[in-house]
């Protein structure tokens, strides 16, 4: 009857122990959790681990081995991403079980010195249940070092990997060299249990020690990105609102001029020169072209952002089309604008390059404004059989979408590239292009 409610007890504990390892190797991930898709997992796991024969060592390579590939091929995860998050699982597991056995092993002769079956069993259960209960309790702390981590900050996963997979070795080989793989309801007092408790806890502890470096080094890479933002609002203060400043000193010194303008060519016309004056009319509107622009977007500053660009495009034989229309003034800066559209275009344009000769290479441009909303859509040739890379261009953008509340969307279809900005406007702040209409005295 004994050996029944030990057999059963240790099933239960078993089959808890791996529905807890998959539970939080799936939040990890991000995934739902679904019990029917990890149910034959817990399964196998739970049946490898019954197996007395087979060393511990053995046991957790094979469920390591079983979560990497299931986070893989199943949860369509990193394989990099899937094999820390296997590991760690494991890990803190194991090192919880190794806490409570070392603590059950200095505890139960001090408080029965006596061999007792049924405080055996109190103790065996109780331990269990500690043992459980620490490694849930670790779990969540884990959560806010990985959840939801940036995909970009995947290059640091090895920096981690390396020696989160040595503390595993090193602590797991001391805790069954002198435990091995059965603990006795009577344990004696024995200095090495402290001195094993002592390394549990400090193994722990390094777990941690490394989840915090991670996170700082993730911190870091936001950082960094925030950093290039703002070297690119620096870039973009110096060039194109400066540029925007000189076309509108041009605009307005064209505009005083034009009534003077306007009494030559009446003075041609009058002394019946009509060749001069048409001439006349020639050079004023090379003058006219040499301040117009391709895309009359409201907003100057862009206005020469996309000039530059389409420039960029035509000389690599990109034909760019399209509008863009954006409120004036609003409350998106524009400095944000040119982050977007500076890095949405280089990225077309740097697709575009790569394409064969045999695929049409084309830019098109277009906007789109309900109410307080604006939709701004980028669409550029792609070639299909390449996957494209979020780099900090993407990540720049993304942060400039959340800062007014909008979102980015990306598509691909079939040889099409497709990225959708959608900003939350509003048109009761000034920012910069609204300086320089006061500047000449006019309304947008």
């Known amino acids: 009857m004994i050996g029944f409610i030990d057999s059963f007890y240790q099933m239960i504990l078993v089959i808890s122990e791996c529905l807890i390892e998959c539970y939080f190797f799936t939040v990890l991930t991000g995934k739902p959790w679904k ?30 081995s079983v979560l990497f590939l299931f986070g893989v091929f199943v949860l369509k995860i990193s394989g990099r991403i899937s094999l820390l998050y296997a590991v760690l699982v494991l890990e803190v597991m194991q090192l919880c079980w190794g806490v409570t056995d070392s603590v059950t092993e200095i505890l139960f002769p001090l408080l029965f010195p006596g061999a007792s079956v049924f405080y055996g069993y109190i103790f065996m259960i109780g331990g269990s249940l500690s043992a459980l209960c620490l490694a849930l309790v670790c779990y969540l702390m884990i959560l806010k070092y990985l959840k939801q981590k940036n995909t970009a900050q995947n290059q640091y996963v090895i920096m981690i990997l390396i020696p989160l997979a040595l503390i595993f070795i090193v602590s797991g080989y001391i805790k069954y060299t002198v435990y091995g ?23 722990v502890a390094s ?20 950093l290039s933002m703002l070297e690119q609002e620096r870039h973009f203060q110096s060039q194109y609102v400066e540029e925007a400043r000189l ?35 020639g050079e004023l509107d090379v003058m006219t072209e040499n301040i117009s622009f391709f895309f009359q977007t409201n907003n100057p500053v862009l206005d020469i952002l996309l000039e530059n660009k389409l420039a960029l495009a035509d000389s690599r034989g990109i034909s760019v089309s399209g509008s863009l229309k954006v409120p004036f003034p609003c409350s998106v800066h ?46 550029n040739s792609f070639d ?48 910069i292009s609204q300086q320089f209409d006061k500047d000449t005295g006019n309304r947008g």
């Open 334 to 379: 524009d400095t944000d604008f040119c982050i977007i559209l500076s890095n949405a275009l280089d990225n077309a344009v740097c697709a575009c390059s790569g394409l064969g000769s045999g695929i049409k290479k084309y830019i098109h441009i277009s906007s789109c404004r309900q109410g307080d909303f604006l939709m701004i859509e980028i669409e």
């Open 384 to 431: 299909g059989n390449r996957k494209y890379k979020k780099d900090i261009g993407l990540s720049n953008i993304k942060w400039i979408t959340e800062k007014y509340d909008g979102a980015m969307d990306i598509s691909i279809q079939d040889n099409v590239f497709c990225l959708n900005v959608l900003l939350l406007i509003s048109q009761h702040s000034q920012d």
């Open 35 to 64: 019990f029917i898709k990890y149910a034959p997992l817990v399964a196998a796991g739970s049946a490898v681990i019954s197996i007395p024969y087979i060393t511990v060592f053995l046991k957790i390579a094979f469920l390591i």
């Open 207 to 226: 777990i941690f020690s490394i989840l915090y470096a991670y996170q700082r080094l993730t911190d870091s890479f936001s950082l960094r990105t925030k």
């Open 181 to 203: 793989n059965v603990h006795s309801f009577f344990p004696s007092l024995d200095r090495k249990h402290v001195q094993v408790f002592v390394i549990q806890i400090l193994a």
């Open 247 to 281: 076309h509108y000193e041009e605009t307005r010194s064209l505009q005083h001029d034009m009534k003077n303008h306007l009494l030559v060519i009446r003075g041609l016309l009058d002394k019946g020169e009509a060749e001069k004056a048409g001439a006349y009319i």
